[in-house]
């Protein structure tokens, strides 16, 4: 099993601060990962797949990158509705989620 | 326009055997590419992958969950189901179903879509 993990596990940012996020696979996993967002209470939303392609309607604000092992997604210009939990997911063999990074507010 | 909806009992016991039914529309399950899966989520915890079903029948299950889980399909009336048997308190969470594309395009692109609004499941005696 290929192992996600996902650092910091949560995040005090600000409106306006660039955010980045970070994913270590356990095993190289190529670009074979995406990236999700989840708000309270709602289901969790694509917003990168192939670990750099943004999902229709994304605002470009959302960039991911890497490859490999380390994954990396960045939210330039934060604002207050990006406030949410983000999971990677590998899917080069199967399927296996982060286990999450929380944006709060400071 | 895809939409997934996730039906199930509620509540269950321990030992017994969870069947739940993936609802969907805007898709079909047997055109290439396309499939569904099954992830849940315990109450304020992260999100498990269970299981996917695909357009040519191939199944997949997460290994952690030995072979306690099926998954399967009614293509004709767009449907998916999942069945995991010998249910106890860990199964405790919101289920949801997920469209599932994979596409090749000189790189594998394979990714959950569309989602369901999830549907509740409580293991207790």
């Known amino acids: 099993n290929t192992v996600m993990t996902q650092s910091p596990t949560s995040m005090f940012i600000s409106v306006g601060d660039r955010v980045t996020m970070n994913c270590k696979a356990s095993q190289n996993v190529g670009t074979n990962v995406d990236w999700y967002q989840q708000k309270t209470g709602q289901s969790p939303k694509l917003l990168i797949y192939?670990?750099?392609n943004r999902y229709t309607g994304v605002p470009d604000r959302f960039t991911g990158s890497g490859s490999g092992t380390d994954f990396t997604l960045t939210i330039s210009n934060m604002q207050a509705e990006d406030l949410a939990v983000y999971y990677c997911l590998q899917y080069n063999y199967k399927y296996t989620f982060g286990a999450g990074t929380k944006l709060e507010l400071k | 326009q895809v939409t997934l909806k996730e039906s199930g009992p509620g509540i269950l016991q321990p030992s017994h055997t969870l069947s739940l039914t993936c609802s969907f529309s805007?898709?079909?399950?047997?055109?290439?590419?396309?499939?569904v899966s099954w992830i849940r989520q315990p109450s304020g915890k992260g999100l498990e992958w269970l299981a996917s079903i695909w357009w040519n029948g191939n199944t997949y299950n997460n290994p952690s969950l030995k072979s306690r889980l099926t998954v399967s399909k009614d293509t004709s009336n767009n449907q998916a189901f999942l069945k995991v048997t010998s249910v106890d308190t860990a199964d405790t969470a919101t289920y949801y179903c997920a469209h599932t594309q994979y596409t090749y395009y000189g790189y594998t692109y394979d990714y959950f879509d569309y989602w369901g609004q999830g549907v509740m499941v409580t293991v207790s005696s």
């Open positions: 192939g670990a750099s």
């Open positions: 805007g898709f079909s399950l047997s055109t290439y590419g396309m499939g």
